[in-house]
């Protein structure tokens, strides 16, 4: 069994966040709820998958509080909620800071090795790699 508290620090609730956008049908509903709220019939026109598999989709997006749902007549609205998303991207800027400093360093390598192969060709004779 997996350490809970090293993995998901942030308790279920990021934990039910990660897990509904495991699902690239689940993230391009997301994605296509950035444009603003929709009736749930109209996101099920969008997919080529049947309307109680987005139900289901929903459902799960509802219940990670990714998308909110209010009634108006007959019609189910969904609209975003990207409060959840905070914890992925705080989560997420662990790894890029990771890698800036990284690239960084990298970058500082990369630059010094062409500084001393310039250095290099401007006094023949001499083996770059002795120092």
Do not use: C
């Not at 993995?7 to 990660?18: C, I, L, M, Q």
């Not at 790894?95 to 360093?105: A, C, E, G, M, V």
């Amino acid at each position: 069994m997996r350490d809970r508290s090293v993995t998901y620090s942030r308790g279920r609730n990021t934990e039910a966040t990660f897990q509904a956008l495991a699902d690239p049908t689940r993230r391009a509903v997301l994605d296509l709820l950035r444009r603003g709220a929709q009736p749930a019939g109209q996101i099920a026109n969008a997919f080529p998958v049947s309307r109680p598999a987005i139900s289901k989709h929903l459902r799960l997006l509802r219940r990670a509080h990714l998308v909110r749902e209010h009634r108006e007549g007959r019609n189910r609205i969904y609209q975003l909620n990207p409060d959840p998303l905070r914890a992925v991207d705080s989560w997420i800027e662990q790894y890029r800071t990771f890698w800036t400093s990284s690239l960084n360093n990298l970058k500082a390598f990369v630059e010094a090795e062409y500084e001393r192969e310039l250095q290099a060709e401007e006094s023949p004779g001499k083996d770059p790699k002795i120092k």
